[in-house]
């Protein structure tokens, strides 16, 4: 009954430093997303993923990168953290493709840049 | 043609009243239009969702009424309790393509 998990749930970074934001899914979906959300602004997306292997960017890539090494699990990677990078980070996985169908999103990580 | 505008902001209703949002889109190959939910400290859930061979869709207390000739639907909360208190966010789409609005931010108040 898990869902999407996503983790850490708040981190502090220091401007330069990288992370990684972890995200898995147990609804054997094939499509998972990386959303970004900001005050006002809606959700942004940042890469996307239709299956283990394959990825691609999304509205705002820049700053990120991803990796798709099994269906269950689609990291974040924060190179080079910057202030603009503060935001919360949604994950999300879909039966079907984005724009057809629901979206499971995870609660979410709370990232602030320093 | 990727603009999404959702309106009001922000909306305070009393309990019982009905609470009416908005989603206006422009591009004409969104087939795809749900509403999805978000309480604060989580993720958005689906809410509810319809296609354009509808004009109407009801679930419960929730609608969606959709005008495609003017690119736009709402949603409609009936009987609006405390519990739906929240943030609301249209997200049309196509494949591929999902663009969020930037929320309604509902208060309803006993």
């Known amino acids: 009954n898990a869902g999407v998990t996503q983790t850490p749930k708040f981190r502090i970074l220091k401007i330069g430093q990288s992370m990684t934001l972890q995200c898995t899914q147990d609804?054997?979906?094939?499509?998972m997303y990386w959303y970004r959300q900001d005050p006002g602004m809606g959700l942004k997306l940042i890469y996307y993923?239709?299956?283990?292997?394959?990825?691609d960017k999304g509205e705002v890539p820049n700053g990120y990168n991803v990796s798709r090494s099994t269906t269950e699990d689609f990291p974040l990677r924060l190179e080079l953290a910057a202030p603009s990078q503060t935001s919360v980070y949604f994950c999300?996985?879909?039966?079907?493709?984005?724009?057809?169908?629901?979206?499971?999103f995870g609660e979410g990580s709370r990232l602030t840049v320093l | 043609q990727q603009q999404v505008k959702q309106s009001p902001q922000s909306l305070i209703v009393q309990k019982g009243g009905i609470s009416i949002i908005n989603c206006a889109y422009e591009?004409?190959?969104?087939?795809?239009f749900p509403w999805y939910q978000q309480f604060p400290g989580k993720g958005p859930a689906l809410l509810i969702a319809?296609?354009?061979?509808?004009s109407e869709k009801k679930e419960g207390r929730f609608t969606i009424s959709f005008n495609k000739s003017a690119k736009q639907f709402s949603l409609h909360i009936m009987d609006s309790q405390p519990g739906d208190s929240a943030t609301y966010f249209c997200?049309?789409?196509?494949?591929?393509?999902?663009?969020f609005g930037t929320g309604t931010r509902l208060q309803v108040f006993p």
């Open positions: 997200a049309p789409g196509s494949t591929d393509k999902l663009i």
């Open positions: 993923s239709v299956g283990a292997g394959i990825t």
């Open positions: 591009n004409t190959a969104f087939d795809y």
């Open positions: 999300a996985s879909s039966y079907s493709r984005q724009g057809t169908g629901e979206l499971f």
């Open positions: 609804m054997n979906h094939n499509y």
């Open positions: 319809i296609r354009p061979d509808v």
